[in-house]
């Protein structure tokens, strides 16, 4: 059941970023409509809830990239090492057969080091730049449930803080104080 007074023309994006969904929210909030006399504004709970639940569900699929991420650095380091292991193995049989050229053989060493030390930094820059990726994520959302932790603080403490309606007066009776003075200071 939608809220009438809710001013969203379309229905939530089902294929969003948590980010995107947490966008959302504070976008329907921030659009909603302003109750009378109040400012408090007008939602709806099961949009604004059904949003949120499905930026959560989502949160395990964008770990889940990074952890693949990660599992894609991890098969690309050891493949490297098996590149290195295979280029080593070669180094060591052409080694036996030209003992006699030791400087070929310092080489191939100094080459299959060389790339051992390229896999390792490539391997250590990636894991890096996934860790750095996952901290920004993370950091975005945090930012971002943050305002939205503030702004239903400030909307539940304008709540709380509502004055209870005064019991109704008579128009001669409303009129009569007016005139006594402009401001509440000035009624004695």
């Known amino acids: 059941m939608t809220d009438p007074f809710l001013d969203v023309d379309e229905e939530p994006d089902q294929d969003v970023s948590t980010e995107a969904a947490i966008t959302q929210v504070l976008d329907i909030i921030a659009g909603a409509k302003s109750m ?102 993370l950091a975005g959302m945090e930012i971002v449930l943050e305002r939205l932790v503030r702004t239903v603080q400030s909307g539940r403490a304008r709540l709380a803080a509502a004055p209870a309606p005064a019991a109704p007066e008579s128009a001669l009776g409303a009129a009569g104080k007016e005139e006594d003075g402009f401001f509440d200071q000035d009624v004695s």
């Open 36 to 137: 009378p006399l109040s400012s408090s504004v007008i939602v709806s709970r099961d949009d604004v809830v059904g949003i949120l639940r499905s930026a959560l569900e989502r949160l395990p699929d964008e770990l889940r990239q990074a952890r693949w991420l990660l599992r894609e650095r991890e098969e690309f380091l050891a493949e490297r090492t098996r590149e290195a292991e295979t280029l080593m193995e070669e180094v060591r049989a052409q080694a036996e057969h030209m003992v006699q050229r030791t400087e070929i053989v310092r080489q191939a060493n100094a080459v299959a080091q060389r790339i051992l030390d390229d896999a390792n930094d490539e391997a250590r820059t990636m894991r890096h730049e996934a860790e750095d990726f996952c901290d920004q994520k």
